[in-house]
T-cell receptor, first 112, second 114 residues
Framework: GESVGLHLPTLSVQEGDNSIINCAYS??????FIWYKQESGKGPQFIID?????DKRQGQRVTVLLNKTVKHLSLQIAATQPGDSAVYFC???????????FGGGTRLMVKP | NAGVTQTPKFQVLKTGQSMTLQCAQD?????MSWYRQDPGMGLRLIHY???????DQGEVPNGYNVSRSTTEDFPLRLLSAAPSQTSVYFC?????????????FGQGTRLTVV
């Protein structure tokens, strides 16, 4: 079993639906943001990143939206699959500094 | 390629004991770092290194030491284990500093201090 993520907010979606995971960041000076996926028993895995001079970036089945006015970041996953079930973390970095600040994470559960 | 290898995967320590968590990477990455992950939380940076012979403190360095004598290895030492250090520890490496987007994480070491 896993000891992390016991009190995480959970998003439950039906297979094939779109998922939206939200993240509020704290530092208005943050200029680089990353979404990570963490499966049970594994380390975080990079999904997609975005810099503060952009408000949208798309990858394969994923889109990140950045709203600097309200300091909000979201990850959209299209056509969610069972393999997308994991904990998702957003992270922020300020001025190419040496520390990433991670959010608390959201557990995504995909129902078949 | 093995990527980032952490050993051990699991460890139980008694309060006051010391131990070293091992981290090795075979990708010739300059940047390596150690994080801890507590239940319901994201990762917090303990220490990091931008190259052999260079280390620096992260967000939560107290109670931990690191060294970087080679590019490949970045061990994390717990000097006198405390129950508050019960956590899952991740080592990460990347091509350059700070290439967060291409950071490779190890599988983690689950540490329990009793």
């Amino acid at each position: 079993g896993e000891s992390v993520g016991l009190h995480l907010p959970t998003l439950s979606v039906q297979e094939g639906d779109n998922s939206i995971i939200n993240c509020a960041y704290s530092n208005s000076a943050s200029d680089y943001f990353i979404w990570y996926k963490q499966e049970s028993g594994k380390g975080p895995q990079f999904i997609i990143d975005i810099r503060s001079n952009m408000d949208k970036r798309q990858g394969q089945r994923v889109t990140v939206l950045l709203n600097k006015t309200v300091k909000h970041l979201s990850l959209q996953i299209a056509a969610t699959q069972p393999g997308d079930s994991a904990v998702y973390f957003c992270a922020e970095n300020r001025n190419a500094g040496n520390m990433l600040t991670f959010g608390g994470g959201t557990r995504l559960m995909v129902k078949p | 390629n093995a990527g980032v290898t952490q050993t051990p995967k699991f460890q139980v320590l008694k309060t006051g004991q010391s131990m070293t968590l091992q981290c090795a990477q075979d990708m010739n990455h300059e940047y390596m770092s150690w994080y801890r992950q507590d239940p319901g939380m994201g990762l917090r940076l303990i220490h990091y290194s931008v190259g052999a012979g260079i280390t620096d403190q992260g967000e939560v360095p107290n109670g931990y030491n690191v060294s970087r004598s080679t590019t490949e290895d970045f061990p994390l030492r717990l000097l006198s284990a405390a129950p508050s250090q019960t956590s899952v520890y991740f080592c990460a490496s990347s091509y350059s500093f700070p290439s967060w987007g291409v950071a490779f994480f190890g599988q983690g070491t689950r540490l329990t201090v009793v």
